[in-house]
């Protein structure tokens, strides 16, 4: 079985364009239309799916907050990365969207650590 990986940040860090080398890839971007609580919980219960490796967007930390409370042990996905740079300017939107991505992330980090989920910051 193909370790499953995450990929999250805020808009415009690369997170697409890194997830075009993995296989079998769950962008959040597909459901954007839901709405971001909605799109969020669909995500989480896709972790659970063996039709995806790779899952990648801005909703990934919320995702994985709500898998978290709805699982007492195990792991969404077995490797994080977090991309902390944005490659183009951002509007104020989007940098305020980043400042709450990084937030949930730091809330989340330490139970998926004790989880076994390698965490990476690039």
């Not at 799109?39 to 930390?61: K, R, V, Y």
């Not at 990365?81 to 709450?100: A, C, D, F, S, Y």
Request: with cysteine.
């Amino acid at each position: 079985m193909m370790a499953k990986v995450a990929i999250t940040g805020p808009s415009g860090c690369g997170k697409s364009t890194l997830a075009k080398q993995y296989k079998r890839v769950c962008s959040s971007d597909d459901y954007k239309a839901m709405g971001w609580s909605e799109a969020s919980e669909h995500l989480s219960g896709l972790f659970d799916s063996p039709d995806h490796d790779t899952f990648e967007g801005t909703t990934i930390p919320r995702a994985t907050r709500k898998w978290l409370d709805e699982h007492r042990d195990g792991r969404p996905f077995d490797h994080l990365i977090i991309l902390t740079q944005p490659w183009r300017e951002q509007t104020p939107g989007q940098v305020n969207q980043g400042k709450g991505i990084l937030t949930v992330l730091r809330e989340i980090e330490p139970e998926l650590r004790a989880r076994g989920v390698n965490v990476e910051r690039r």
